[in-house]
């Protein structure tokens, strides 16, 4: 059964190509919105707390502060509405998922950025 459910993710939902991130990244993320017949570009930053699930069924989790409110979103990586994904910043941290980014504010919630190389 598994297998069938692979096999049919992978022949018929199409995928995006987008650049690598990771949790700890700064993103912007491009989406269509549709209001009745109107559609408009609308973006959404902020940093990258987890990614999750592998092939058409992953999905990753953004985080930002919008005053003094968080906001999360969850998207999905094959989402149809998914303009484009910019890296703004590559963040760096020791773990996958960054649950513990919501607990903090102020100074302590920055991110150091990855040198180049």
């Not at 993103?27 to 609308?42: A, D, F, L, S």
């Not at 902020?46 to 968080?70: A, D, H, L, N, Y």
């Not at 994904?85 to 760096?92: L, M, Q, S």
């Amino acid at each position: 059964m598994d297998n069938l459910v692979k096999f049919v993710q992978d022949e018929f939902v199409t995928k995006k190509e987008f650049p690598q991130f990771q949790a700890g990244d700064t993103i912007t993320v491009y989406y269509e919105i549709r209001e009745g017949e109107k559609k408009r570009t609308q973006f959404f930053r902020g940093t990258v707390i987890q990614r999750r699930g592998s092939g058409s069924s992953e999905t990753f989790t953004i985080r930002k502060m919008s005053g003094t409110v968080g906001v999360e979103r969850i998207f999905p990586i094959n989402l149809p509405a998914i303009q484009k994904i910019e890296v703004n910043k590559h963040g760096k941290v020791r773990r996958a998922r960054i649950f513990y980014f919501r607990g903090l504010t102020g100074k302590k919630a920055r991110i150091t950025e990855k040198r180049r190389r």
